[in-house]
């Protein structure tokens, strides 16, 4: 697939630009000059990160194939993100500026596979910029604006003559083009003759972000993308004339002019790095406005929670210093686990008022906290989804040592297997359309009996959801099956993944037919993620709601372990 992208000239002198990279390096910084370089990525998975304060956030994940480094196409400004390997090694190709500018000429599908990339790469920038400004009540347009006064126009004649031999639709003042929300027809348009206005509806009014122009292109998003159209286009002038392109029509016109798409690609990519800088200027606006009194200091001794008091809806960051989880024994406060600087507790609260199931204690001289009440970790969901997902690793991880007590347990109690039995229909995502997010993932039919995978697979980074049919979670002890649980539409499983490489723990019984689940990959999960952080958040209460029942079953099971104990 790769090779299909080059040239076997460029191949010829690939050992002198291939570089091989080790786990957690960094291949490229933010802030470093570009030296007009951009790569692909060969083999290996990374990570990309964009400083927000003074930490490091996770806002992208690259896998084999992805390019990255793009912008200094048209620029020689400072690196935007830093790119990290996250994989044992990861293998990229470095090209310069000068040698993706001849590749274009003698390799268009390069060009195009990097057009589409940046494409997408745009349309999920829009997206988190249109989240954000959907917080502010009193956003000023001006910024968005600016961002769409620059369409891509063509002023070459053999285009506009190829242009003018496809077929074209007429319109009238005040007709649609087509409406925000209506289902892509996965074509871009060219204006021949005429204006029209782009519009958005924010906050129950339609905002005109821009005029488009004869011989301007718009819609270019919708060849890379099924999703529907972002915004409305409304004819602006007494008639208008325009032409919709194909994806085929669109790969003649850069066989008759390779620099067409060339300059196509630094038109968006002009757009991109505008996007970015105004959605990073709009959260350090949002992050100024915040209220900072959630901040509280504590001393050596002071207990922050006691096990059994409510909630009240408020889990806890820790800014500094160190914090003893205790578990009553008999009476007495028996420490479990230390948190330290960076770690969070009482993330149960997010999604119950249910009573907190440890006591917290300050264990160093001094200690910081920042309080989270639920309304605000929402809030904080959307702007900023690394904050949900380093919640859910955690969760996750926390889930998976409590399976494991679960089934020591098991092992050494065979006649309460039956207690074991945890319905999980609390865990339903509650509220939110999932299929939206998987519409168009890898969405096999499993008939009953089948195994959507079994105890000991590899897990090969994978979660499951649930779309329509019954499934049963089933493991085995004692040379027999018992079933831990049984799903319905609207579950999650298979979560694990997330946070361990460790073979499946559970197998996975379809119990009815034509039963669809969707397999979504962790790249996938986190592009999902970036346009939806309410996806995020869904799994995240799911896994929340299982470990809620988990370790209800464990303080049972350990609770009838020590009378167990106490009969020999």
Request: aromatic share 10%.
């Amino acid at each position: 697939m790769i090779k299909q992208l080059f040239s076997s000239e460029f191949f010829q002198e690939l050992d002198a630009i291939i570089k091989v990279y080790k786990f957690n390096d960094k291949i490229i910084e933010e802030g470093e000059p570009s030296n007009e370089t951009m790569y692909l990525l060969i083999e290996g998975n990374l990570s990309v990160y964009k400083k927000h304060g003074k930490t490091l956030e996770e806002i992208n994940q690259l896998k084999t194939g992805d390019f990255f480094g793009e912008i200094a196409i048209i620029s020689n400004q400072p690196r935007t993100a830093t790119v990290v390997v996250r994989s044992q090694t990861a293998r990229v190709l470095l090209f310069s500026k000068n040698k993706f500018i001849q590749q274009t000429v003698s390799n268009p599908l390069l060009t195009f596979t990097i057009f589409k990339a940046t494409l997408a790469r745009l349309l999920r920038a829009e997206f988190v910029l249109e989240r954000l400004v959907k917080k502010i009540k009193n956003f000023n347009f001006d910024l968005l604006k600016k961002l769409n006064t620059n369409q891509y126009k063509i002023n070459k004649i053999n285009v506009i003559n190829f242009l003018h031999t496809l077929p074209s639709k007429h319109y009238g003042k005040g007709e649609k083009v087509y409406f925000e929300g209506e289902p892509s027809n996965g074509m871009m348009y060219f204006v021949v003759q005429g204006s029209l206005s782009i519009l958005k509806t924010y906050h129950g009014k339609s905002i005109k972000l821009a005029q488009i122009e004869s011989g301007e292109f718009f819609s270019e998003i919708s060849m890379v993308s099924s999703r529907p159209y972002p915004f409305s286009v409304i004819v602006a002038t007494d008639k208008v004339t325009l032409v919709p392109i194909e994806k085929e029509q669109y790969l003649e016109i850069m066989n008759l002019t390779p620099d067409f798409i060339l300059n196509h690609i630094k038109n968006v990519l002009w757009k991109l790095i505008n996007t970015e800088k105004v959605t990073y200027h709009i959260k350090g606006k949002i992050e100024a406005i915040s209220p900072s009194s959630d901040i509280r200091n504590f001393k050596n001794g002071d207990v922050i929670i006691s096990e059994g008091d409510l909630s009240n809806e408020i889990m806890y960051f820790i800014v500094n210093g160190e914090f003893s989880v205790c578990k009553n024994r008999s009476g007495e406060l028996i420490e479990v686990n230390v948190l330290r600087t960076g770690d969070f507790f009482g993330e149960i609260a997010l999604i119950s008022n249910q009573n907190r199931s440890a006591t917290i204690l300050t264990k160093s001289d001094t200690a910081s906290l920042i309080l989270f009440s639920k309304k605000k970790f929402i809030e904080q969901t959307s702007v900023n989804p690394a904050l949900t997902f380093s919640i859910l690793k955690a969760t996750v991880a926390r889930l998976l040592k409590t399976e494991t007590n679960i089934d020591k347990m098991i092992k050494v109690l065979p006649s309460i297997e039956k207690e074991l039995r945890i319905k999980l229909t609390q865990s339903r995502v509650e509220n939110v359309d999932v299929f939206s997010y998987v519409y168009n993932l890898h969405t096999p039919t499993y008939m009953e009996g089948d195994s959507v995978f079994s105890e000991g697979d590899p897990s090969l980074g994978k979660i499951f959801f649930l779309v329509s049919g019954n499934l049963s979670i089933v493991k085995k002890y004692h040379k027999k099956y018992t079933t831990i649980t049984k799903l319905e539409s609207g579950d999650f499983f298979g979560e694990m993944s997330l946070v361990s490489n460790r073979p499946r723990y559970n197998t996975v019984k379809v119990t009815s037919d034509k039963t669809k689940v969707a397999h979504i990959e962790k790249d996938i999960f986190m592009k999902i993620v970036q346009l939806h952080p309410e996806f995020l958040f869904s799994l995240l209460k799911t896994v929340i709601w299982k470990l809620i029942i988990y370790e209800k079953a464990i303080s049972e099971l350990n609770i009838k372990f020590e009378m167990y104990d106490r009969k020999f």
